[in-house]
Every structure is written in structure tokens, then in C-alpha cells.
């Protein structure tokens, strides 16, 4: 007998509270200020709300954090540090978008776990919060995260000039354990 995979089997999951949110905030986003991300658009305030100190403290335990899948992410890769800013890549279930971790957001972070932020923490799952989202120019992107826009290839084959930055303010561990993937994800920014 032919061995049959279930749609809802076909692609192990990795963890269970990683669910794929950021596509679709994105596209709330766009919808209600412009069309383009070519077009000048404000920053996001209040992108990912604010957690309490006690639910940061006591992730597994909150019902807030547990309830709202767009507070968990992975860290997928750090990309350099200038003056206490953090500039990194995290993922959800599907793609992967570029972040910067506050000044802080990082002695926080390194106060509460005793540990640098970039010690250990790729691939491990983390609790966000209190994050805005900003558009950054190509000039900036390259600066800070080394990478070129313009390489982004988006599913209408147009040209990027800003890409939405996630700008964190509250980073906590959620699972200490560090698993990776196989698979491979790509960037929001090559299906806006």
C-alpha cells in the first residue's frame, strides 16, 4: 500500500508555539497605510504590543503570550552590533525579517538571563514585545545588516527602496534549546 502524507502532515513543524503571523500583520499593514513599499509610510508604533514585567518573567505561565502567536519568534542570524543597537534576522514559521534589539531591550535581556544576547540564541525561541515597525532605506540596510535590498526578489519583480525593520524593545528566552532546520527561509520582503 502506497504511503499517503495528510496536507496537514506534509511539512513537520519544529515547534509547536512558532506559528507563521508575520505575512499576514504585514498585510494588514500595507493595506492600511499605502500600496507600495516603494511609497514613504510611517513607522508601525505598537506593532507587537507591550508585555508586563511579570508575564516577560514567567512566559510559560502567561496566558497573553501564549494566546498571541506574534510574540514568538527564532533567531535566525546576527549581523553586527553599533552602539548597543543589535541587528539580527528572526523568523516565524514561514520567513524570516530583519530586527534590531534596542539598547535596552539587550541589557535587559542580558540581565535577566545572564548572558549576551548574541551568546547562544540563534535558533533558540524567543518571547518579543513592545516592537515598531520601521521602513529602512537601502543605504541603511547595507550599513548596518550588510545585505542589498535591490538582491530581494520580489514576486512582482519590482524594485525595493525601504524594507519594514522590526525595531524590538523586549526579548526574553522561552526555550533554551538551540534546534535547527533544514529548511530554508526566505524573507518577507520577496512575496510583499
Not at 507587537?48 to 494566546?67: C, V
Not at 541589557?107 to 538571563?113: A, C, D, I, P, Q
Not at 525561541?125 to 545585505?147: N, P, Q, W
Request: charged residues 25%.
Amino acid at each position: 500500500m502506497p504511503k499517503i502524507i495528510l496536507p496537514s502532515r506534509s511539512r513537520q513543524k519544529d515547534n509547536v508555539f512558532l506559528q507563521p503571523w508575520l505575512e499576514t500583520r504585514l498585510e494588514e499593514r500595507q493595506d492600511r497605510t499605502y500600496a507600495s513599499l516603494a511609497a514613504l509610510q510611517p513607522p508601525v508604533f505598537g506593532f507587537i504590543p507591550k508585555l508586563s514585567e511579570k508575564e516577560m518573567a514567567k512566559p510559560l505561565t502567561s496566558a497573553e503570550i501564549l494566546g498571541n502567536p506574534c510574540h514568538f519568534v527564532k533567531i535566525t542570524k546576527f549581523y553586527g552590533v553599533d552602539a548597543f543597537n543589535v541587528f539580527a534576522s528572526v523568523r516565524d514559521d514561514r520567513y524570516q525579517i530583519l530586527v534590531e534589539f534596542t539598547p535596552r531591550c539587550v541589557s535587559e535581556f542580558e540581565r535577566r538571563h545572564r548572558s549576551r544576547i548574541t551568546c547562544d540564541t540563534v535558533n533558540s525561541l524567543c518571547v518579543i514585545g513592545d516592537c515598531k515597525l520601521f521602513y529602512r532605506e537601502r543605504s541603511y540596510v547595507l550599513k548596518y545588516y550588510k545585505l542589498d535590498i535591490a538582491s530581494f526578489k520580489t514576486t512582482t519583480n519590482r524594485t525595493l527602496r525601504r524594507v519594514p525593520v522590526l525595531v524590538v524593545n523586549q526579548i526574553s528566552r522561552f526555550e533554551m534549546d538551540q534546534v535547527g532546520t533544514l529548511d530554508q527561509y526566505p524573507f518577507i520582503y520577496n512575496v510583499l
